[in-house]
């Protein structure tokens, strides 16, 4: 596979980054992951705009222009010949000669800017939404800026861990009573023609698939309400799914042991994926 370094595309046994790296030492970086359906990038632009403000929010600066961005995705794509799947995003503060808590003068330490493609044969077909997800809830321990899309993943993936040990698919992480959202993806549920997720704030990442999602949800006569809901709320639901760039919709039919309704994906969540998949091809 050949990914992309700090201006360079080469094979990935060839690609570099330093272990002075500020992401590598401080999970100082931000990422993006951006889907691929029949070779076509799906909703760039807002991936792009979203780093452009996680960027913004860490006083972090882009090494290249929205436009370049653009090139190196489509290029990527191409040379791996990547028909489903996605491109995965980095952006780190840099690498400076030392280790140091106080930011590196951007002056004279460039960012380090690395993107790979992961190719995923059957992601839009997958079983998984016939099946539907099984999660439990967790209490959420992030920090609270999570509107900033940024690679400190260790609880998330700690989150998936104890869903996995479990026996269940993924988490959804509860702060105050309420679900901000799981793992790696934003949380909803259905009840009678209207569906229900957490408002933004800096609570919860702000989905490109959502904004997607809740658009179409109204164009199909749906509802949309925005507000927090507890677990028991969710487990009262008609239906459950979540949205993120590498599951699109995925229906939730299970939520700490409690089956939702018949225990099957419900029509809504069915109807959600269906538009989302043929909008985006
Ligand atoms: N995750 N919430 C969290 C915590 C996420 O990590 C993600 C995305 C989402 C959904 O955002 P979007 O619709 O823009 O993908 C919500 C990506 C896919 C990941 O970490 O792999």
Do not use: C
Not at 9 to 29: C, H, N, Q, W
Not at 39 to 63: N, T, V
Not at 100 to 114: Q, S
């Amino acid at each position: 596979r050949t990914v992309y370094v700090n201006g360079e595309y080469l094979p990935e046994t060839e690609a570099k980054v330093s272990i002075f790296d500020r992401a590598f030492l401080m999970a100082d970086g931000v990422y993006e992951v951006t889907s691929v359906l029949g070779g076509k990038l799906i909703d760039f632009d807002g991936h792009a705009r979203r780093l452009q403000r996680s960027l913004g929010e860490l006083e972090m600066q882009s090494p290249v222009t929205t436009e370049e961005l653009l090139e190196i995705h489509r290029e990527l794509v191409r040379v791996n010949e990547v028909d489903e799947g996605m491109i995965y995003l980095q952006i780190t503060r840099g690498a400076p000669d030392d280790r140091d808590f106080v930011f590196p003068d951007p002056e004279t330490t460039a960012p380090t800017i690395v993107l790979f493609t992961q190719s995923k044969p059957g992601l839009a077909d997958s079983p998984k939404a016939k099946e539907g997800m099984k999660v439990i809830s967790i209490e959420d321990q992030r920090w609270s800026r999570r509107d900033i899309k940024t690679v400190q993943l260790l609880y998330p993936s700690m989150g998936k861990m104890m869903a996995k040990k479990a026996g269940k698919d993924d988490a959804w992480m509860v702060e105050d009573g309420s679900v901000t959202e799981g793992t790696s993806n934003n949380a909803y549920i259905v009840k009678g023609d209207t569906i229900v997720t957490r408002g933004l704030s800096n609570d919860i990442l702000h989905g490109i698939t959502r904004a997607a999602v809740l658009r179409f949800a109204e164009e199909a006569q749906m509802k949309v309400e925005e507000r927090p809901f507890t677990i028991e709320e969710a487990q009262g639901a008609d239906e459950a799914f979540i949205t993120s760039a590498s599951t699109f919709v995925m229906p939730v039919v299970e939520i700490d042991g409690v089956a939702l309704g018949d225990g099957t994906p419900g029509p809504r969540a069915a109807r959600l994926r269906e538009i989302y998949l043929e909008e985006s091809r």
